[in-house]
């Protein structure tokens, strides 16, 4: 079956200490895109990716660092400079055909930093 | 720049009872309009969508119009059953070329009580 995953679900850290999150789809998707989510705040995108070898910042990138070597996999690490890492994060892909606008979505990793 | 806002929860109904849930969206030119959910721990799912004026998104008993003239996209369900109880995330796609991001409202969170 096609899809996205990630891992782990759950993930603790100590403070100041990088740590990075895996996510990997099989469904030849171009684009790729990292989210985090915290209460009452819907989702804020971190990083994207429309193809590989290329990314850009996005609303949050403070923090973060991504890189996107294999089409299938865009691994976001969290670094020490990231002032409140503990959050949902999520990643999505697409395709990035003309009339394709849906974001797949993977199951998440939860984040605790100690 | 894009914008999406959604009526803020937690909403709580009894099960049967008809859903509203409010949305509406800044944005220029002609963007694509997205009603995703979010069940307890896991990632979001594409509920429905429209890409144009006066089309209707519907599944699973949902349904949703694109309203370009109050620029509103408001969920609704006739009926509501316990297994609807997740958060609900109106989202937009710009129209802009190479416009590959989402812009998310805040989430409303839906309880339904037996």
């Known amino acids: 079956d096609g899809g996205i995953t990630q891992s782990p679900k759950y993930l603790f850290r100590k403070e100041g200490q990088n740590v990075t999150l895996s996510c990997e789809q099989n469904?030849?998707?171009?684009?790729m895109y990292w989210y985090r989510q915290d209460p009452g705040q819907g989702l804020r995108l971190i990083y994207y990716s429309q193809i590989v070898n290329d990314f850009q910042k996005g609303d949050i990138a403070e923090g973060y660092s991504v890189s996107r070597e294999k089409k299938e996999s865009f691994p976001l690490t969290v670094t020490s400079a990231q002032k409140n890492p503990t959050a949902f994060y999520l990643c999505?892909?697409?395709?990035?055909?003309?009339?394709?606008?849906?974001?797949?979505f993977g199951p998440g990793t939860r984040l605790t930093v100690l | 720049g894009d914008s999406v806002t959604q009526m803020e929860g937690p909403v709580t109904l009894s099960e049967e009872a008809f859903l509203t849930i409010n949305c509406t969206y800044t944005?220029?030119?002609?963007?694509?309009l997205f009603w995703y959910v979010q069940y307890p721990g896991e990632g979001l799912q594409l509920l429905l969508k429209?890409?144009?004026?006066?089309d209707k998104g519907s599944n699973k008993g949902f349904e949703a119009t694109y309203r370009k003239e109050t620029t509103s996209f408001h969920l609704e369900k006739g009926s509501v059953q316990v297994s609807d109880s997740a958060v609900y995330f109106c989202a937009l796609r710009s129209s802009g070329a190479g416009s590959y991001q989402l812009t998310f409202g805040k989430g409303t969170k839906l309880s339904v009580i037996p």
């Open positions: 999505a892909s697409k395709d990035t055909g003309r009339d394709v606008n849906e974001q797949f």
């Open positions: 944005a220029t030119g002609y963007p694509s």
């Open positions: 429209a890409t144009k004026a006066d």
């Open positions: 469904l030849n998707h171009d684009a």
